[in-house]
């Protein structure tokens, strides 16, 4: 069965740290670009970070250059999305989402989603 699961997710309190995982199954994980969105209440979901099939290539929303890393290990079926120096307007619910085609910073082409995992950032 097809499913991409998130988890992670958590209350952080400003300037904390968090790693989301993104497990991957029933299929091949390797041969999927992997973008990690996120959506807060009241807004549209966006795209935070993606990354290639291979890992090679990466891609980061402005809002968050310099403060999240997303890293793959294709072995292991697992992408990750460590997240430093959180804000509270980094709250919102995370969602994985794969693609069969890295699109870089369009975000485009993602056709198949986790279930999210919230992330709050509050003091």
């Known amino acids: 069965q097809l499913q991409l699961v998130e988890s992670g997710g958590g209350v952080v309190q400003p300037g904390g740290s968090l790693r989301l995982s993104c497990a991957a199954s029933g299929f091949t994980l390797g041969r999927y670009a992997i973008g990690w969105f996120r959506q807060a209440p009241g807004k549209e979901r966006e795209g935070v970070s993606c990354?290639?099939?291979?890992?090679?290539?990466?891609n980061y929303a402005d809002s968050v250059k310099g403060r999240f890393t997303i890293s793959r290990d294709n072995a292991k079926k697992l992408v990750y999305l460590q997240m430093n120096s959180l804000k509270p307007e980094d709250t919102a619910v995370y969602y994985c989402?794969?693609?069969?085609?890295?699109?870089?910073?369009?975000?485009?082409?993602?056709?198949?989603w986790g279930q999210g995992t919230q992330v709050t950032v509050s003091s």
């Open positions: 989402a794969r693609s069969t085609v890295y699109t870089g910073s369009s975000y485009q082409g993602y056709n198949y």
């Open positions: 990354i290639s099939s291979s890992g090679g290539s990466t």
